[in-house]
T-cell receptor
Framework: DAKTTQPTSMDCAEGRAANLPCNHS???????VYWYRQIHSQGPQYIIH???NNETNEMASLIITEDRKSSTLILPHATLRDTAVYYC???????????FGTGTSLTVIP | GAVVSQHPSWVICKSGTSVKIECRSL??????MFWYRQFPKQSLMLMAT?????????EQGVEKDKFLINHASLTLSTLTVTSAHPEDSSFYIC???????????FGQGTRLTVV
């Protein structure tokens, strides 16, 4: 029961920043935004999550709009190994399950 | 991040036989584990939530008698596909919550082919 909308696919030049948008207009006040990615034929990999403040870790940055209805995952310097399907998931902090939408297929081009 | 391991990575079985897939949390205890199925070019579909020491909770449309889940310890959950048929061929993925950061970590997946 995905509550997010993402573009089906995107391309990004190697070395440039990849900005992946996610729309979650029905998000409630206590729901977090999580990002995972799945490289072909592997299990999903956790990237980052946030509630309302922008977050940054060694993999990426997460920018959440003030109204929390959308967010952007930023990979600052995309490499070929970042080619994957990126999933944006909205979920309660106390919730159990992660429900996956269709995600964005990111292709990093040399 | 926490490590979740699945075994086997791939398996081929004959139609009508049963296949067991193991999911282990290697460096943490997982009170809750999740099982997903993924068909080619599709997203992950949650099949069931597995709680240690109790019965699994299945998503709507998933046959509990066909997909048997056992979560007997805090580090191991198993999925058994009973009487497998070619349409059960899929990529099966497990995940587990650490209980700390509340994010879930995923296994590497098991490719099941039923012939």
């Amino acid at each position: 029961d995905a509550k997010t909308t993402q573009p089906t696919s995107m391309d990004c030049a190697e070395g440039r920043a990849a900005n992946l948008p996610c729309n979650h207009s029905t998000i409630s006040g206590n729901e977090y935004v999580y990002w995972y990615r799945q490289i072909h034929s592997q299990g999903p990999q956790y990237i980052i999550h946030g509630l309302k403040n922008n977050e940054t870790n060694e993999m990426a940055s997460l920018i959440i709009t003030e109204d929390r209805k959308s967010s952007t995952l930023i990979l600052p310097h995309a490499t070929l190994r970042d080619t994957a399907v990126y999933y944006c998931i909205v979920r309660l902090a106390t919730g159990n399950q992660f429900y996956f939408g269709t995600g964005t297929s990111l292709t990093v081009i040399p | 991040g926490a490590v979740v391991s699945q075994h086997p990575s791939w398996v081929i079985c004959k139609s009508g036989t049963s296949v067991k897939i193991e999911c282990r949390s290697l460096d943490f205890q997982a009170t809750t584990m999740f099982w997903y199925r993924q068909f080619p070019k599709q997203s992950l579909m949650l099949m069931a939530t597995s709680n240690e020491g109790s019965k699994a909770t299945y998503e709507q449309g998933v046959e509990k008698d066909k997909f048997l889940i056992n979560h007997a310890s805090l580090t191991l959950s198993t999925l058994t596909v009973t009487s497998a048929h070619p349409e059960d061929s899929s990529f099966y993925i497990c995940s587990a919550r650490t209980g700390r950061g509340n994010e879930a970590f995923f296994g590497q997946g098991t490719r099941l082919t039923v012939v």
